[in-house]
C-alpha cells in the first residue's frame, strides 16, 4: 500500500433531513401520494448544494405511514420518490442513505422517528463526524429524534416558511459556512 493511500479522510458530517414538510411541502391529508402533490420547498435545492459543497453528506429520514398498505401502495410512493430524488440528481444532489420507516404509529416498530434504528443502523456502516452533524425537520419528532441521537437539532416550518432555532427561538437559515463548521445559523 502506498503512502498516500493510507491517509484516512477525515469522517463527514451528515444532515439527517426529514422529506414531507421539509424537502417538499407536505400536504394538508399528509400524504405526497400522487406527483400533482409534489412542491419542493422554496430555496431546498440551492441549501442542498450548498451543504453538498461543503462536504456534509445528505441522509433522508421518512416516515411514510403505512407504506405498502392497500390505502398507500408501494408503488405510488416509488412514482413520487423517484420524481423526487431525479430532481435533487439532475441538480447534483444526491443522498448517502434514504432511509423509510413503513409503519404507522400503532405498530410500535423500532424505526418510526424519533425513535433510532434506521439512523443506528447507518452510523454503524460509516465514519461520521457527529459533532457537525445535525438533523433537520419539520417537526417535534425530527427534534426529538435530534435528542435521541445526541446530535444538534434544526426545525423548518411547515409551509415553506423559515423555521425558528430551538434553543434561541430565533429563525434559522442555512447559509454559507467554512468546511468543518456547519453551514447553519441562527438570522
Ligand atoms: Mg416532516
Ligand atoms: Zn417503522
Known amino acids: ?99 423509510v420507516c413503513p409503519h404507522t404509529a400503532s405498530d410500535g416498530c423500532a424505526c418510526r422517528k424519533p425513535r433510532t434504528q434506521l439512523v443506528d443502523r447507518y452510523l454503524g456502516t460509516r465514519e461520521v463526524d457527529l459533532v457537525a452533524s445535525a438533523v433537520v425537520g419539520d417537526r417535534e419528532t425530527d427534534l426529538e429524534l435530534a435528542r435521541n441521537l445526541a446530535l444538534r437539532g434544526l426545525r423548518i416550518q411547515r409551509g415553506g416558511t423559515p423555521g425558528a432555532c430551538r434553543s434561541c427561538s430565533r429563525d434559522v437559515v442555512i447559509s454559507p459556512g467554512r468546511r468543518r463548521r456547519p453551514p447553519f445559523r441562527c438570522a
Open 1 to 99: 500500500m502506498s503512502a498516500v493511500a493510507s491517509i484516512a479522510q477525515p469522517p463527514a458530517p451528515v444532515v439527517f433531513v426529514d422529506r414531507d414538510g421539509t424537502l417538499i411541502e407536505e400536504p394538508a391529508d399528509a400524504q405526497v401520494d400522487s406527483l400533482s402533490k409534489v412542491r419542493f420547498m422554496p430555496g431546498v435545492f440551492a441549501a442542498l448544494s450548498e451543504l453538498t459543497r461543503h462536504g456534509y453528506k445528505l441522509v433522508m429520514v421518512t416516515n411514510q405511514d403505512g407504506l405498502g398498505g392497500q390505502a398507500y401502495p408501494r408503488t405510488v410512493f416509488e412514482e413520487v420518490q423517484e420524481f423526487v430524488l431525479n430532481a435533487f440528481s439532475s441538480q447534483g444532489i444526491f443522498f448517502d442513505a434514504v432511509l
